[in-house]
């Protein structure tokens, strides 16, 4: 077999997409150069590089995630985290690489491991969950920095924590193998220092979750979390939506992976590439089966905001047409009543034509809606136009702004001019000769 996987574990993808994957048995990392990655069926490959010898100490890797510099981080079953650096990375063939530098971790345990969005690194270790600050893994060669946090306790109910993963919102999601489900911590509680007593914000576990020993966590490029069963051979997917509950939620998977054609056989290790390619790491079968892109709903609105003229105050716009398609892999449904008006001035705006309601869009197809604008007063009026569907993240909104303006005042009537008659002149009369008067002339 040339991929020389030995009880692989979970993967990780360099920013040249090439994809790293720890094999426990052979304490070693291999290495799959991206274009290699492209094939269907059964790729026997070789590894672009092996990362392995006595040089690197490696025993029983289980775990591998990039720091924001390129560094591989592994972690183990049993021993440290050891760190190699981006630039010795680069080479072909097998690689007898000195660590960077070596983290000495309190306890050993699942080996798995993940950086939050602030460079500090998670790592599964016994019946806790270690993280140290980003601060202290600059260093070289061995160190045992003091844990920024350590989550452990009663309260937080970890038995044997595996698979490690963030969400979104900065909420960390573990797996746990002992007591069958998963647990979230959210951001807000794992801001303090020291040992952390953390209740879980929520729990998932129960009947319904199909949870079987699970391992490996992910998120997709869909806001779903996937969960890796071991002693079940499947992979649940559950909804973004479903995942804003509190307590203990026995949620039944929106889908699960699982039956004879799926290759899988202990599967343990999950990685998802930008893309949506799910890569499932079976620790049963020396193998990792992929899923070319996972088959998810996506919705796209275009425009995605609308801005209407200025408009006269009781008077309608034309109308703006919002044409929207499925980006994705799975049908993408509207209910009756999908589309509504929310937002601040709602009564404002009018749905004019609606396309999309009642209607299922396979990939590629599109549904539209005509949106006027009618205002009732003067100034600047906001609104969603939202379409509720099956997509991650609905509720989906385009935004929708409109000036009202108040029509010009009407100009007072101008008073008709009174016209002065013009006087008639007093006619001048006409001199008729001269009178001559007598002369008086005494003498």
Known sequence: MNTGLDRPFGGAFDSDGNLYIPSGESNSVLVFAAADLTGTGNLNLTPVRTIKGG?????????????????????????????FAAADLVGT???????LRTIIVPSTGGGQLVFDDNGNLYVGAGFSVVAFSA??????????????RTIVGDNTDLSLPTGLAFDGNGTLYVAD????SVKALTSGSLAGTGDLNLTPARTIVGSNTGLSEPFGVVF?????LYVASSASDSVAAYASEDLAGTGDLNLTPARTIVGPNTGFSLPVGLVVRPDGTLYVSNNGSQSVAVFDRLAVEAFSAAPDSVTFSDQLVNTTSDGSTVTVTNNGRADLAFGAGALTLTGGDPSQFAVDADDCSNQTLT????????????????????AKLTFTDNAPGSPHT??????GLSPAPTPPPMPTPTVTPTPTPTPTPTPTGRTKLPLDVRS
Do not use: H, M, W
């Not at 193998?177 to 069958?180: H, Q, T, V």
């Not at 385009?398 to 000036?403: D, E, S, Y």
């Open 55 to 83: 040089n690197t100490g490696l025993a029983l890797p289980a775990g591998v995630a990039f720091d924001g510099n390129g560094d591989l981080y592994v972690a183990q079953q049993i021993g440290p985290v050891e760190v």
């Open 93 to 99: 063939g097998e690689l007898d690489l000195n660590p």
């Open 135 to 148: 601060v202290d893994l600059t260093g070289t060669g061995p160190s045992t920095p003091t844990p920024l």
């Open 177 to 180: 193998i002992d007591s069958k």
């Open 220 to 224: 997709g490029p869909d806001g779903r």
């Open 363 to 382: 990939t590629g197809d599109t549904c539209t809606a005509d949106v006027t604008f009618t205002p009732t007063s003067a100034g600047v009026k906001n």
């Open 398 to 403: 385009v935004a929708l702004t409109g000036t």
